[in-house]
T-cell receptor
């Protein structure tokens, strides 16, 4: 079974530039998550989708970050404009279970996109 | 106070040693608990869920103390391949949102 795919794997940009990350979850997984993992910290949830709807984006800095999952399958996360503190690994994860209907299901993570903002 | 707290380590142990990690959580509404493993420059992967009665998977034992709001992970007979960061993760009932601790780094040496 194919895992969660992400691209690009690495990205280096200058501050104030824009960047976009792409994620393709495991086939059939209704729930998709974007996490930010800063060096030395655990992953922090940015946004959670159920199919193509947003379930939780309370920790997404909406003045500069946006995400979409238009067809309920793959998703993009965009940062515009980037700041130095956005340097991190951006992890995408997916799971089968629909929120609220059952307990948490295993989340499967993609390899991440390592972003460096100079 | 952080929602999930862990000692970042690193814990340096020789092969064959037994090592234990603890994690505390602040939200008493947390219902589900997990340990994830993250290798250097890799994505997190589920190691094991943590059940109220405690559970074991080979050399790994996880325990939960709801009264004190802490979770533990015990690794027996450490292997070099156990070197990684171990992330404590909690979840509230009815929510798919996982809250991760900062992780505890384990280094097993020959």
């Amino acid at each position: 079974e194919a895992g969660v795919a992400q691209s690009p794997r690495y990205k280096i940009i200058e501050k104030r530039q824009s960047v976009a990350f792409w994620c393709n979850p495991i086939s059939g997984h209704a729930t998709l998550y974007w996490y930010q993992q800063i060096l030395g910290q655990g992953p922090k949830l940015l946004i959670q989708f159920q199919n193509n709807g947003v379930v939780d984006d309370s920790q997404l800095p909406k003045d500069r970050f946006s995400a979409e999952r238009l067809k309920g399958v793959d998703s993009t996360l965009k940062i515009q404009p980037a700041k130095l503190e956005d340097s991190a690994v951006y992890l995408c994860a997916s799971s089968l279970v629909i929120p609220g209907l059952a307990g948490p299901d295993t989340q499967y993570f993609g390899p991440g996109t390592r972003l460096t903002v100079l | 106070r952080k929602e999930v707290e862990q000692d970042p380590g690193p814990f340096n142990v020789p092969e064959g040693a037994t090592v234990a990690f603890n994690c505390t959580y602040s939200n008493s509404a947390s219902q589900s608990f997990f340990w994830y493993r993250q290798d250097c420059r890799k994505e997190p992967k589920l190691l094991m869920s943590v059940y109220s009665s405690g559970n074991e998977d080979g050399r790994f034992t996880a325990q939960l103390n709801r009264a004190s709001q802490y979770i533990s992970l015990l690794i027996r007979d450490s292997k070099l391949s156990d070197s990684a960061t171990y992330l404590c993760v909690v979840n509230k009932k009815g929510f798919q949102k996982l809250v991760f601790g900062t992780g505890t780094r384990l280094l097993v040496s020959p």
